[in-house]
């Protein structure tokens, strides 16, 4: 299993769990010396002089890609499940955008809150009907793995179990893969071991966080019994610290690195 964080190249917004916001020297050399494999790298605009820069310090510092986000796009109010057309229309090019651009560098691309919440009154099938239609485009221009994201039910409300994340891919026979996120988890997922045993076969990747989503150890989660688990699954992606720079990017990052270096003796 490799590890990795996850880091924007725009200025994370305050709350986001991004762990090193920027696309500077020092962060790529940090996460470097930290014993990090990769990045989980938070994409605003693909074609920017950030991202360019970005691809320069991940070859400088051997440093490999789990996951391209497109979460910047959510806060830009464009989602693949909204109900006017033209907006899924916007999101299904900006995102095709970001895959083109992952197809370049490696990784694969979430999709996570960009798929949007069902509106008061919608039934979630009127929902989903939109979102796999706006899928289907997705999965017809790409050649990379796209990954469904469920997240809690105060981001959003759609697919927040891992459990139901399963059903739907399995219910819309779509050739998508999850990632899970053990802090949603946390929240949804009745019991989280058996809800990973459920989804590993098509797990992706992991975000890999604590109750408090921060560095493993940081919270009250098992979370050395979730990686053996893991790992005794068989699982060989990313664990992904797409955590929250509580105290410091750098002491999350940190305690994260002592807790792999434990785990994996
Ligand atoms: C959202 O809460 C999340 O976990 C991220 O992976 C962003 O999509
Ligand atoms: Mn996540």
């Known amino acids: 299993m490799k590890t990795s964080v996850s880091l924007s190249i725009f200025d994370a917004p305050k709350g986001a769990p991004i762990l090193f916001s920027g696309v500077t020297e020092d962060n790529f050399q940090t996460i470097k010396e930290l014993g990090y494999d990769g990045i989980d790298l938070f994409v605003d605009d693909p074609f920017s002089d950030k991202a360019k820069k970005a691809v320069e310090l991940l070859k400088k510092y051997d440093l490999g890609i ?68 706006s899928c289907e485009k997705l999965i017809n221009k790409s050649d990379i793995p796209l990954l469904i994201e469920p997240i809690n039910r105060y981001e959003i409300n759609t697919i927040n179990s891992v459990h139901e994340g399963i059903e739907f891919i399995e219910k819309y026979n779509l050739p998508l893969y999850l990632m899970i996120d053990t802090f949603h988890m946390n929240i949804e997922d009745i019991n989280i071991y058996k809800s990973i045993e459920d989804a590993i076969k098509l797990t992706k990747h992991i975000h890999f966080l604590d109750s408090n989503r921060l560095a493993p150890s940081m919270g009250h989660l098992d979370m050395k019994a979730i990686y053996m688990l893991i790992k005794q699954l068989q699982y060989n992606g990313y664990l992904c610290l797409e955590a929250l720079p509580k105290p410091s990017s750098y002491e999350c990052a940190k305690n994260g690195a002592i807790f792999f270096d434990k785990v994996k003796k």
Not at 70 to 96: H, T, Y
């Open 66 to 133: 789990g996951v391209v986000m497109p979460a910047a796009l959510a806060g830009q109010g464009l989602f693949l499940g909204d109900e006017d057309k033209a907006v899924r229309e916007e999101c299904i090019k900006k995102i095709s955008e970001i895959i083109d651009f992952t197809s370049e560098i490696g990784g694969m691309v979430s999709l996570g809150l960009v798929r949007g919440s069902k509106k008061p009154n919608e039934t979630i099938e009127h929902f989903n009907q939109k979102f796999v239609n």
